[in-house]
């Protein structure tokens, strides 16, 4: 296998009913977190929230509030990014969901890049939760 290529793999998922209709606006493989209003999946905003913290990714598109939506939490899993990063930053979302590299102490991070990314690009994740220390 050529150095650097990198697939999603064993990627793990729960299903919980979604917050809205992310089929039509698309947020599928934004960071999700759950909704502590009513315990449903929504795009996450908020990276050092301590009530609605990222915590995986959106991994279908859920047309309507309700129903079913997949939540990547474990392996390696593909994601939207919002910025540019590099293979083994510490990955969390910025503030419309989009995976970002974060060297802010307390950010909730999802998991580590395995491959770079870019704006508008798709990346992949080691998916793991942790609260970013600071370096």
């Known amino acids: ?68 939506c997949l939540l990547a939490v474990g392996g390696a899993a593909k ?4 910025d540019t990063f590099a293979a083994g930053d510490a990955i969390t979302c910025d503030g419309s969901g989009l995976a970002i590299a974060t060297t802010t102490a307390g950010d909730k991070c999802i998991g580590r ?3 770079a990314g870019a704006v508008g690009n798709i990346a992949i994740i080691l998916l793991g939760m942790f609260m970013y220390e600071g370096s």
């Open 1 to 68: 296998m050529p150095t650097g290529l990198v697939s999603e793999q064993a990627v793990r998922t729960i299903s919980m009913p979604s917050d809205a209709d992310l089929f039509t606006t698309t947020y599928q493989f934004y960071i999700g977190c759950i909704d502590t209003t009513d315990y449903t999946i929504k795009v996450a905003t908020d990276a050092d929230s301590t009530t609605e913290p990222p915590i995986g990714v959106i991994y279908d598109k859920p047309k309507a509030k309700w129903a079913n």
């Open 79 to 82: 994601v939207e990014c919002g």
């Open 113 to 115: 890049a395995l491959s």
